[in-house]
Every structure is written in C-alpha cells, then in structure tokens.
C-alpha cells in the first residue's frame, strides 16, 4: 500500500511538472546526496539478498527487492539531474513518471509472491514428499498432501496408508517414523500432522 501511495504522489507530480515546468535547482550537493544515498541502497540490496538466500527468509527477498527499487529510483533521479543541469529540464517530470513505473512494477511482485502465500499455494512438491514418506517401512501410501506457509516455515498434513490390520500403537510408532523423516529432510517445515488409515483396497 505504501508503494502504491507512492506511485500515486511521484505520477501526480510528475505530470503537474510537464504541464506547468518547474526546474528544480541543482547543485553539487543534489549529485553527492543521491550518490551517497545510491552506494548504501547497493550495499543493502547485497546484504539482504545475501542474507534471505541464506536464511530462505521470503521477508528479507521482499525487502531487498523494495530496497533494488530504491537502487533504481537513485539512478532516475541522477539521470534527471545531469538533464536538468545540462538544460534539459523537461528530463525531470520524466524521471519522476519512470522512476513510478519501475515502483509499480516491483510493488506488483511483491504483492504477487504474498497474494500466492495468503492463498495457500503449494510450498514443497509433492512428488517429493511422497518419495520421503515411501522410504519408511510398512507405509502402503499417502495422499491429500497440504504443504503452506511461507517457504522458510512450512505446515504439512498427510493421510498415511498402514495395513489395516496393523495395531494402532505400532502405525502410530510408524507415523512418527515418517515425521521424523520429514522434518530431517526438510528443517523448513515447523509442523506435520500424519493422518493414520488403511488403504482403499483394504476398506
């Protein structure tokens, strides 16, 4: 929302400009401010990319992804004022609608990527948790695999198939067995419920 507001102010004054032209006034300091503010933006947009991939933290990948805005929102604003001090002012409201644009566009991934969190979406394939719970012992199958959240903490839930005939103390040792496995094999997930049942053929 906050980008939002911002591509909504940069827009509106960008195109006041290019109706009523107003050049700003630019000195040796304009450059050396933006230039300042562009090495840390830099240096940020590493640690925190550093850092998420790490870490596989989804809010430190945002964060650097505002952050590279930031990077690119710099780069306008100094391309806007070597125009402006070369006498082209007409480069700032021109700066100010591209500099909107690239805001917007990042603010559509960020809200794309938490809009696919919030609706649940599949967080670890599963293919691939089958092929994990199928290593253990005695499982028949599983089924209705859930996995959600966000990828650096994970819920999953499972439907288990056991003979039925097997007694429920020793599936219920299994199915720890098969969460045991789980978690080793993904340290992201921070739950797993493991539903016990026999397998349709045997109902």
């Given at each position: 929302?906050?980008?939002?507001?911002?591509?909504?102010?940069?827009?509106?004054?960008?195109?006041?400009?290019?109706?009523?032209?107003?050049?700003?006034?630019?000195?040796?300091?304009?450059?050396?401010?933006?230039?300042?503010?562009?090495?840390?933006?830099?240096?940020?947009?590493?640690?925190?990319?550093?850092?998420?991939?790490?870490?596989?933290?989804?809010?430190?990948?945002?964060?650097?992804?505002?952050?590279?805005?930031?990077?690119?929102?710099?780069?306008?604003?100094?391309?806007?004022?070597?125009?402006?001090?070369?006498?082209?002012?007409?480069?700032?409201?021109?700066?100010?609608?591209?500099?909107?644009?690239?805001?917007a566009h990042t603010g559509f991934e960020i809200?794309?990527?938490?809009?696919?969190?919030?609706?649940?979406?599949?967080v670890i394939d599963e293919d691939a948790i089958?092929?994990?719970?199928?290593?253990?012992?005695?499982?028949?199958?599983?089924?209705?695999?859930?996995?959600?959240?966000?990828?650096?903490?994970?819920?999953?839930?499972?439907?288990?198939?056991?003979?039925?005939?097997?007694?429920?103390r020793h599936a219920h040792e299994v199915s720890?067995?098969?969460?045991?496995?789980?978690?080793?094999?993904?340290?992201?997930?921070?739950?797993?419920?493991?539903?016990?049942?026999?397998?349709?053929?045997?109902?």
């Open positions: 929302m906050f980008l939002l507001l911002a591509v909504f102010e940069i827009g509106r004054t960008a195109l006041a400009r290019l109706s009523a032209p107003a050049p700003p006034r630019v000195t040796w300091l304009s450059f050396a401010v933006m230039i300042i503010t562009l090495v840390i933006n830099l240096r940020v947009v590493r640690y925190e990319a550093r850092a998420g991939r790490r870490l596989n933290s989804e809010l430190l990948l945002a964060d650097a992804l505002h952050t590279r805005t930031d990077v690119f929102a710099t780069l306008g604003v100094l391309v806007s004022l070597s125009g402006v001090w070369l006498g082209y002012p007409l480069l700032d409201p021109v700066g100010g609608i591209a500099i909107a644009v690239v805001i809200g794309r990527d938490t809009s696919r969190i919030l609706s649940d979406r599949v089958r092929r994990v719970v199928m290593s253990v012992p005695e499982v028949l199958g599983c089924h209705q695999i859930r996995s959600r959240g966000t990828s650096d903490h994970v819920f999953l839930d499972l439907h288990v198939w056991f003979p039925a005939d097997a007694p429920l720890h067995m098969v969460k045991d496995r789980l978690l080793e094999r993904y340290p992201q997930i921070v739950d797993a419920i493991i539903h016990i049942e026999p397998p349709p053929y045997e109902r």
